[in-house]
Structure formats: structure tokens, C-alpha cells
């Protein structure tokens, strides 16, 4: 089994910035991908940013280019969100989640497994 343990959300004024780690383990655990997806309230989950676990590509959602930072640490399995520039929108619930095998992973639907979510809060 994998365990995904998110840390690092609070809140913060507008215009602060948080960073978000996910730490990894399990004796089963490889990664492919390893993502950040996040979930408004009344929203829908939504991808914030992906990396691949060996070659450090990324992707980013729209709303997140330019203020958001997605990164990895192979050798501790930690996944990191650097979020700067925050917004009250930015409000959720923010997830990490792992794709074990080699695919696309922008989408929540080509993860394996997630962690339980912290909660970041943007005040005005």
C-alpha cells in the first residue's frame, strides 16, 4: 500500500504564499507522476500541477502558471507546492495524489492513490 501525507496549509492573507508537502511511502510505492490537485467548496477536484517523478517534467493548471511551483524530492518520495501570490479563490482543500505506471496525469481520474488533503485558506 502507498500513503500520501499532505502538510503545510493554513491560512494566509492575500498575497502570502504557503508551502505545501506530500510525503510518500509504503512498500509499494513507485511513481510515475505524483500530482496536486485541489477542491473548492461546491467545486469539483481540479489539477493544480503534475510532475513526473524521474524526469521533473510539469504541468500547471491555468490558474496556477507563474504563481505556483510544483517539485520533488526522489530521495525523500516528498512532493512540494510552493503557491505564492495567493488569492481568496485559492481556498481549498489541496490533495496530492500518485500515478504509478507511465501515462498522461493531468487528470484526477489517471491517479492511483491520494492523500487525505490540507486545508488552505486565503483571506481577503
Known amino acids: 500500500q502507498v500513503q500520501l501525507v499532505e502538510s503545510g496549509g493554513g491560512l494566509v492573507q492575500a498575497g502570502g504564499s504557503l508551502r505545501l508537502s506530500c510525503a510518500a511511502s509504503?512498500?509499494?510505492?513507485?511513481?510515475?507522476?505524483m500530482g496536486w490537485f485541489r477542491q473548492r467548496p461546491g467545486k469539483e477536484r481540479e489539477v493544480v500541477a503534475a510532475?513526473?517523478?524521474?524526469?521533473?517534467?510539469?504541468v500547471y493548471a491555468d490558474f496556477a502558471a507563474g504563481r505556483f511551483t510544483v517539485s520533488r524530492d526522489t530521495v525523500q518520495n516528498t512532493l512540494y507546492l510552493q503557491m505564492n501570490s495567493l488569492k481568496p479563490e485559492d481556498t481549498a482543500v489541496y490533495y496530492c495524489a500518485n500515478r504509478k505506471y507511465s501515462g498522461r496525469y493531468y487528470y484526477v481520474r489517471e491517479y492511483d492513490y491520494w492523500g487525505q488533503g490540507t486545508q488552505v485558506t486565503v483571506s481577503s
Open positions: 510532475i513526473s517523478w524521474s524526469g521533473g517534467d510539469t
Open positions: 509504503g512498500r509499494t510505492f513507485r511513481s510515475y507522476a
